[in-house]
């Protein structure tokens, strides 16, 4: 599902996605941000991502 709203480009209902997933929106912001560098999107390149950025917000909040 979020390959294809990535896809279609409507940010709006990217951020309603994973919003309805309970991402809190700075997540949100920085996922965003590296799915825009993205030169073709798939779902392993988005699942990467989404772990890279779990990994880092638990390191952030383990080191606070």
Do not use: C, K
Request: aromatic share 4%; charged share 20%; no cysteine.
């Amino acid at each position: 599902m979020l390959v294809d709203l990535l896809e279609s480009g409507d940010s709006l209902r990217v951020h309603m996605f994973m919003d309805a997933m309970g991402m809190p929106f700075d997540v949100q912001d920085r996922l965003l941000n590296e799915f825009s560098g993205l030169t073709h999107v798939d779902q392993q390149q988005i699942a990467d991502i989404i772990e890279d950025q779990g990994q880092h917000s638990l390191s952030s909040h383990l080191t606070l």
